[in-house]
C-alpha cells in the first residue's frame, strides 16, 4: 500500500471548483451557461476566478507567509522553485510518480507537483528547508547521512519528506512497513537499503527526543 | 630532499583514515535541501529556456514559422535550428529554442510555432530483424579454431534466443544547464560529467576562447555516462543568452524529452549455440546477435562475446548494427557489458541445465577460460556461502508443489577502471588549513569525500581539515567522469600533490628540528621524527613556521606511467546471485536475495563503496525485471517517456541485498581501481538465470514481465 494519501475531498481555499470553471468559461461562452439551472448559477456567485496572468498570492511555508504573484496553472513544485528560491523540492517526473517533490501539506505528504500554488493558500506547507531547527539538522536528514541513505541526492530531498510524514503516523515502524511506507518516492542510484535502515534509526532517535 | 618521493599507499594495517567506514562529507548538504543543484540556479535576471522537438520519427520540414512565438510577450530569444527542406531523423529531434521570462511564457511560445512536415517512413523496432532492410548493417565475422568440428564432437549443444532493450538513463535531474554569454565570456553551470572538458563545446560553438568559459557544479543528479557533451539544448541556451543581451538563461530537459533524447543504452537480440563436453567443459560459442544504437547504429562491442569465458576455444562471433529512428545511444553504466553479460551466463545457464550440471560447478570447471581464475574462484565460494548455493540450489524448475517457484542465478563480470589522466594541487596555509584543488566532480559516488580521506591520510589529519575544491574548470583538469576511471585517477593525483606539499613542509621542518626532511613523518596531526615520535610538532605549529607563505605542489597521475608507480591500475572482477520466488500464476517475480562480491583493489572508503554496489544491484533489478523503452510502431515515438511506464524498482521491490567488498591484501596491493562500473554489470543475468531455474523454463527477453513470464510457460507446456 502506498502510503502517499490522496488529498482529501474538501473545498479547495481558492473555491477554484469546477463549477467555478464553468462559470468563467461562461463569460465568454453562452453555449455552457444554457443548461445551468438557476439554483447552481445562484450557487456560483461566490466562486473567484483568477487569471488570465499572474495572480497575487500568498503561502505559509515553514511556518512564514511568502508573498508572490503566479499565474493561476503554476503548480506549488514551480512556485517553490521558480519564485521563493526553495529549491529543496526537486522536478523529476512532473506528473505525481517519483516523490522528488514531496513536501508535507496540512499534515500530509504530498506531491507538490500536483498542487496548485493557489490552492495551497491557507494551508501549512512544510517543505524540507523548514526540517532543520537552528541550524541543527533534523533526526531525518542526519540517520540519511549515517547510513550513507543517498548518492547523486536528487531523490533525497523528497525522501527526506516522505520519511518525516511517515514517521510523524507511525513513529514505531517495523522494517516492513518502511518498505511499504515509502513505496511512493524513486531513487535512480539505488539507495534503497540505506532509506531503509535510515528511516529505522530516524524513528529510534525521534522516539528517544520525545522521551527526554 | 628524496629525489623521488614516496608516492606509495601506506601498508593495510598502517591506515588511519583510508579502508575508514567514513559519511560522504556532502551528505548534510543534499539531505538537508542546502545543495544547490545546477537545475536549482536562479541567478539575477535569469531566462527559461524551452524547445521544441519533432513529433515525428523521420519527416522532412516543409515550413517553419516563429513569429507568433517571437511576438509573444515577455519572449526574449527564439532560435529556429531546423529548416524547410531539412530531414527529421528521430521523434524528439530539437527544431527551435525560445528564452522568455517565465517558463510558462516559453512553452507558451514553443506551442506558437507552426511547422510542418512531409512525414516519411520510419523503423523504429529492431527486434525482428526481417524487417530492417538496408538498415542492418552486418559487422565481419570473428571465428576462432574449429567450430563445426567442435559442435560435432560435443557431448550436448543449447540453443537459444535472448534479448535485452534499450533501456534509458533516466537521470533524476535531466539533462541541462544555466548558462550566460557576456561579450566572449561564458558562465556555465551544467550537469555535467565532464567540468573541465565541456567548455570546450561552448568555446568552438560560440567562438570564444575556451579560457574564457567558466564552467561551475557543486552536486549533479545522475549522469549514468549520458552527460559529457554540451549538447545542442547547451548550444541553444548560449545562443539565447547571447540574443537575450547575455541574461543567463537556464534549460533543464523535461521529462518527457529527457526519456526520449538524451541518452539511451543499446538494446542486444542474440541467437547463441553453445557446445559442452560431459564433464561440462565449453567447448564452443557461437552468437549471431544485433541491436541498435538509436540513429547512429551498433555501439555494442560483440569482441566481448563469450563474456568473461572469452578463451573458449572456438568461437564463432556475428553482430549486426541496426539504424533505427530514435534518438542515439550513449554510454551507460559499463557500455556493452550487461547486455553481452546477460546473453553469455544466459546461455551458459542453459547449456548447464542441458547436461544436468549446477552451473556454480559449470563456471568453477570453466573459470581458466576467464583471466582471473583466482580472483573468481574465490568470490563464487564467498557468494555461494552468502547464498547457502549448494543448500538452496536445485536443479531447473522448482518442483516444490504451490504456485510460488523460487530459483537461484548466478553471473559474473569484469571491467578495466584504471585511472584516468588527472592533476591536482595541494596548498597548505600557514594557518594550517590544507586546499586540495582538482577539476573533477562528484556525480553522487563520492569522490569529495575520497579526495579528502586521501589527503587527510597523506598528512595525518582528520578529514575535517581537509578542504576540497572541485567541480570548477579554473582548478587542476581531473578529466571526466567515464568508465569508472575518477577514482583511481583523483586518488593518485591528490596522494602525490599531498605528498609534494608535505615533503616541502618537511625540509622547513627539518631546519628547526636539525635533522634531515628524510627522517620525518606526519602522524595524528604532528610532524615527528621517524622512530622517536616525541620528537617534532604539531602539525599547526609546523605550519606556523611557513611565515606568510603557503606552499603549493602539483601532482599528476599519468596513465601511462600509473602501473609502475603501483596507487591505482586495472581490471576488476565480481560475481552476483540471485534468489527469486516466481508466482507461475500471474506471472510476477519476486526478488528474495541478491548477493553481490566486488573487488576493486584498494578499498578507499567500504561504506561509500557498498552504496554503489548496492546501487548497481537495483539497477540491475530494474533493468532484469521493470525498465524498457518501448517505441511505438505507428506513430515512431518512445511509448514510455515518464516514470508510470518507463518502471524503476521502488524501495519494496528490490528484496534483501547482501554486498561483500572483496577487500585482501593481495586485491588492495594493485592500487584503486574504479568499481561504478563492474559493479552493474552481472545482476540481470543473475536474475533471469533465477527465473528459469525457479520456473523451469527460459523466459529469454528482459525486462521478465509478468507477461513474459506467462508466455514462457505457456510454450514449456505447448
Known sequence: MNQKQEPEKRKPKSNFSRRGFLQGVGVTSGVLTTGVLESEAEAQTSAKVAGPGEVPITLQINGKPYKTSVEPRATLLDTLRHRLDLTAAKRVCDRGTCGACT??????????????????????????????????????????????????????????????????????????EVKTGLGGNL??????????????DAAKEMKGAKNA | M???PDYHWPPMDKRRVMGKRLERLDGIAKSTGAAKYNSDLKPDGMLFGALLTSPHAHAKVTSIDTSAAESLAGVTAVRAVVKAGDELQWAGQELAFVAATTEDIANDAIRLIKVNYEVMPHLVNEEDLSKAGNRARPSGEQATGDIDKAFQEADATSEGSYGIPVLT??????????????????????STQNVY????????????????????????????????????????????????????????????????????????????????????????????????????????????????????????????????????????????????????????????????????DMFLKNINYTSRADLYKFQFAKAAELMEWKKNWHPRGDSASGPVKRGLGLALGTWGGAGHASTCKTTIHPDASVEVELATQDLGTGTRTMVAMIAAETFGLPVSAIKVKLGDNAYPNSGGSGGSTTIGGVTSSTRKSSVNALAKLFEVVAKSLDVSADDLEAVDQRIRVKGNPDKGMSFTQACQKLGVNSISEMGANEPAKAPQ??????????????????????????????????????????????????????????????????????????????????????????????????????????????????????????????????????????????????????????
Open chain 1, 103 to 176: 513536501v508535507i501539506i496540512d499534515g500530509k505528504v504530498m506531491y507538490s507537483c500536483t498542487v496548485l500554488a493557489i490552492d495551497a493558500q491557507g494551508r501549512q506547507i512544510q517543505t524540507l528547508e523548514g526540517l532543520s531547527q537552528n541550524g541543527k539538522p533534523h533526526a531525518v536528514s542526519r540517520a540519511f547521512v549515517a547510513n550513507d541513505a543517498q548518492q547523486c541526492g536528487y531523490c533525497t530531498p523528497g525522501f527526506v519528506m516522505a520519511a518525516k510524514g511517515f514517521l510523524d503516523k507511525n513513529p514505531n515502524p517495523t522494517y516492513e
Open chain 1, 187 to 200: 531513487c535512480r542510484c539505488g539507495t534503497y537499503m540505506g532509506v531503509r535502515k535510515a528511516v529505522l
Open chain 2, 2 to 4: 628524496p629525489n623521488t
Open chain 2, 169 to 190: 538513463h533516466c537521470c533524476l535531474e535531466p539533462h541541462g544547464q544555466t548558462i550566460s554569454i557576456k561579450g566572449d565570456r561564458a558562465e556555465y553551470f551544467p
Open chain 2, 197 to 360: 572538458g565541456i567548455a570546450s563545446d561552448i568555446g568552438r560553438a560560440l567562438n570564444i576562447p575556451i579560457a574564457n568559459v567558466h564552467v561551475h557544479m557543486d552536486y549533479m543528479g545522475g549522469g549514468f555516462g549520458s552527460k559529457f557533451p554540451a549538447d545542442k539544448w547547451g548550444l541553444e541556451s548560449a545562443e539565447l543568452s547571447k540574443a537575450s543581451g547575455g541574461r543567463p538563461v537556464k534549460l533543464f530537459l523535461d521529462r518527457a524529452t529527457e526519456l526520449s533524447i538524451a541518452g539511451n543504452r543499446p538494446s542486444v537480440f542474440a541467437k547463441v549455440k553453445t557446445a559442452a563436453k560431459k564433464d561440462g567443459t565449453i567447448t564452443a560459442w557461437q552468437s549471431d546477435t544485433w541491436s541498435t544504437g538509436g540513429i547512429g547504429g551498433g555501439n555494442l562491442n560483440a569482441a566481448l562475446f563469450p563474456y568473461v569465458f572469452t578463451q573458449v576455444p572456438n568461437r564463432r562471433i556475428n553482430h549486426t548494427a541496426v539504424s533505427v529512428n530514435a534518438g542515439a545511444a550513449r554510454a551507460w553504466r559499463a557500455p556493452s557489458h550487461p547486455q553481452v553479460c546477460f546473453i553469455t551466463c544466459s546461455a551458459l545457464e542453459d547449456l548447464a541445465a542441458k547436461i544436468n550440471m549446477d552451473p556454480l
Open chain 2, 565 to 718: 608507480e603501483g596507487l591505482n591500475t586495472g581490471g576488476v572482477g565480481g560475481v552476483q546471485m540471485a534468489d527469486v520466488s516466481v508466482d507461475i500464476e500471474t506471472g510476477i517475480v519476486k526478488m528474495n536475495r541478491l548477493v553481490a562480491v566486488q573487488d576493486c583493489g584498494l578499498v578507499v572508503n567500504p561504506k561509500t563503496a557498498e552504496s554503489q554496489v548496492y546501487g548497481a544491484c537495483i539497477m540491475s533489478i530494474c533493468g532484469a525485471l521493470y525498465e524498457e523503452r518501448i517505441m511505438d510502431e505507428q506513430t515512431g515515438r518512445v511509448l514510455n517517456p515518464d516514470m508510470e511506464f518507463y518502471k524503476l524498482a521502488g524501495i519494496g521491490d528490490i528484496g534483501e541485498i547482501i554486498v561483500h567488498m572483496d577487500i585482501r591484501e593481495e586485491n588492495d596491493k594493485r592500487g584503486v581501481v574504479g568499481l561504478g562500473e563492474p559493479c552493474a554489470i552481472g545482476g540481470i543475468a543473475a536474475i533471469a538465470n533465477a527465473v528459469a531455474n525457479a520456473i523451469g523454463v527460459r523466459a529469454p527477453r528482459v525486462p521478465l514481465t509478468p507477461a513474459r513470464i506467462l508466455a514462457a510457460l505457456e510454450r514449456r507446456t505447448a
